[in-house]
């Protein structure tokens, strides 16, 4: 039985055993909450060194989010629907075209047709079971994790989902544990379930996959001031992953001091640990010496530090980023967009480069201090160099801004405006220098 079918068949059975027990369905219905979003976004991205022109494409998006209660009783049942449909408004040209004279490349908000063109609409369905005993809630079906070692990319008109299960406990006081496992993934840009994979072995026709992604960790609230995290991830055949974190609120007698320490250990797995391994095709990117006989195997550690002072609306934030080994850190990645638990998680790069060292400055201003309330902006600025190639010093920059409005009253309260604008430029091998920008509109409609 495949991993689709096992879900539909648990989700239900779960759903037929609540529905039958009538005298305790009533925490599954009163409980329930279903929400209907719609995102209007437009996305433009000019390559400024390439004949090819960019990306240019425009669509709206509706995402249909329905959360059940769960029976009442010591064990409770539940389930969670979540539908995604995106419509063309501008598809942005042919992506079969040679890259000469090509103004526009779609791709990156819809399918694309046998023809080069983006799809004229897209749609899904994801369908989760979810059983609670006590303070731990067990899921099986579509999920969207927020965790250090993966995050599902809501990034364009419709959001990343994962296939799989995950147990969230909180039954010791001030501890939150999670642990779960990852078999596909359905990309931002389609309707489809992949496999799973990292940068290096992610192309669709000659990479090497996997279905099985362990993860676990704990959130321990020290005090209302203090948490320390751990979390592992392992990609079965490519990578192991630990993480270490620490976040601290200081409250000042003047303003207030977060600090942000990180620290991420990666090495290989199965057929990446192998010369031969690696010759099938489970490699990562990266840099290393002519003829090494580790080459494309993962070896990354990084630790980072980031420092925020807010104060009447102002924060200002400084970090510093340091990677060591041969392989770029290593993530999941399908060949679409990605989130990473990083300080350097900008719109366009990620900094996560085998060697890289990055500063980081950030600076954010809520408006709401000066009479404007739902107005915010912030301007973050990157800047890595000792990028490893070949004894090269290579390096990057970029530069974010974005702006936030939401209305704060009337019948359209809660319609929000978003501008992001980005420019990224490098001298790191086969990058593109790139100005961007991104539009969207986001409206939520609450239907129970």
Not at 84 to 95: E, F, I, K, P, S
Not at 265 to 286: L, M, W
């Amino acid at each position: 039985m495949n991993k689709s079918t096992l879900t539909l068949a648990v989700t239900a059975a779960m759903l037929g055993q609540t529905l039958s027990q009538q005298a305790g369905a009533a925490g599954f219905f009163e409980d329930s909450k279903a929400t209907l979003s719609a995102r209007n976004f437009y996305f433009n991205q000019d390559i400024r060194n390439e004949d090819r022109g960019g990306a240019e494409e425009w669509g709206q998006g509706f995402l249909l989010d329905y959360q059940s209660g769960f029976t009442e009783g010591p064990v409770g049942f539940g389930v969670d629907l979540l539908s995604g449909y995106g419509v063309r408004l501008d598809g942005g040209g042919d992506a079969d075209k040679p890259a000469a004279g090509v103004d526009r490349v779609p791709g990156q908000l819809f399918p694309l047709k046998g023809n080069g063109k983006a799809q004229e609409d897209f749609a899904w369905m994801g369908v989760t079971g979810k059983m609670r005993i006590s303070k731990t809630v067990a899921q099986v079906g579509t999920l969207r994790p927020r965790l250090p070692v993966v995050i599902a990319n809501d990034g364009r008109l419709l959001p990343q989902t994962y296939q799989g299960g995950q147990i969230t406990s909180n039954e010791l006081k001030d501890f939150t544990f999670t642990i779960g496992k990852l078999e596909h993934s359905k990309e931002r840009n389609s309707s489809n379930t992949d496999s799973l994979s990292i940068e290096g072995s992610n192309n669709p026709t000659t990479g090497q996959f996997s279905n099985k992604f362990y993860y676990s960790g704990v959130d321990y609230r020290v005090n209302k001031d203090l948490t320390l995290q751990y979390y592992y991830g392992n990609l079965r055949d490519f990578y192991t992953q630990h993480f270490f974190g620490l976040l601290h609120n200081w409250q000042l007698p003047v303003g207030s001091l977060k600090s942000d320490l990180r620290y991420f250990e990666s090495n290989s797995d199965g057929k990446n640990g192998s010369a031969s391994g690696r010759a099938e095709g489970y490699r990562a990117n990266g840099y290393w010496s002519s003829g090494s006989s580790n080459r494309y195997e993962v070896n990354n550690h990084l630790w980072s530090a980031m420092f925020t002072y807010s104060l009447a609306g102002h924060s200002l934030g400084a970090g510093y980023q340091q990677i060591t080994g041969n392989s770029d850190f290593p993530h999941l990645n399908q060949g679409g967009g990605r989130v990473l638990y990083l300080i350097t998680d900008a719109q366009v790069h990620k900094f996560h480069n085998s060697g890289e060292s990055t500063w980081v400055a950030k600076y954010a201003y809520d408006f709401a201090q000066i009479g404007v309330p739902g107005l915010k902006a912030g301007l973050n600025y990157f800047s890595g160099d000792s990028i490893s190639d070949a004894g090269k010093d290579n390096k990057e920059w970029e530069r974010d801004f974005r702006l936030d409005y939401a209305l704060q009253k009337g019948a359209l309260k809660g319609l929000s405006f978003t501008w992001m604008s980005a420019a990224w430029r490098g001298n790191d091998v086969g990058q593109r220098d790139i100005d961007e920008n991104r539009l969207s509109v986001n409206y939520s409609i609450p239907l129970l």
